[in-house]
T-cell receptor
């Protein structure tokens, strides 16, 4: 596709349910990043991949959060047993660079609301 | 821990009124400083990368500069279409750490 695609764009779920957020990066981009952005704040790093390898997951808040990129392309961020504090905009970004960051291309985001 | 502080939080300008945004940072081993623009409801869009003190980059009415402790984004003769949130980010290792942004509103 022309840009980074994320789905769903909006997700409303009840506390305790699991959610999966999907990111389809720009074709050929080696690196894929997940960020979380609260209203009025800058994006907060969660985790990133080079190809299918998860390089850094230090930003994941706790063990309810996990991410995978099994074939080095599409990635899924999964949140288990959601809590109200998980409500936020989740953004995916991809980069051509395999080492370092380079220029990040962000998707439109998935807005998660936990009731 | 990397820290990025942007000021002011909000800036209201009259069309044509030039101004500057500040980004001060603390990072161990800066590999790059990035400026992004974010429109409401959209993802951040890349503007500039600066790598070393003294470096400057320009794009239309925007000019970014870098010192060892801070970066400035100068907006010259802004137009209403320059209204957006401008985010600064620093790279240490292989990830970006973002500031909270400065929201710029330019009135016609």
């Amino acid at each position: 596709g022309a840009g980074v695609s994320q789905s769903p764009r909006y997700k409303v779920t009840k506390r305790g349910q699991d959610v999966a957020l999907r990111c389809d990066p720009i074709s050929g981009h080696v690196s894929l990043y997940w960020y979380r952005q609260a209203l009025g704040q800058g994006p907060e790093f969660l985790t990133y991949f080079n190809y299918e390898a998860q390089q850094d997951k230090s930003g994941l808040p706790n063990d309810r959060f996990s991410a995978e990129r099994p074939e080095g392309s599409i990635s899924t961020l999964t949140i288990q047993r959601t809590e109200q504090r998980d409500s936020a905009m989740y953004r995916c970004a991809s980069s051509l660079a395999g080492q370092g960051v380079g220029e990040l291309f962000f998707g439109e985001g998935s807005r998660l609301t936990v009731l | 821990e990397d820290q990025v502080t942007q000021s002011p939080e909000a800036l209201r300008l009259q069309e044509g009124e030039s101004s500057s945004l500040n980004c001060s940072y603390t990072v161990s081993g800066l590999r790059g400083l990035f400026w992004y623009r974010q429109d409401p409801g959209k993802g951040p869009e890349f503007l500039f990368t600066l790598y070393s003190a003294g470096e400057e980059k320009e794009k239309e009415r925007l000019k970014a500069t870098l010192t060892k402790k801070e970066s400035f984004l100068h907006i010259t003769a802004p137009k209403p279409e320059d209204s957006a949130t401008y985010l600064c980010a620093v790279q240490a290792m292989d990830k970006l750490s973002f500031g909270a942004g400065t929201t710029v509103t330019v009135r016609a």
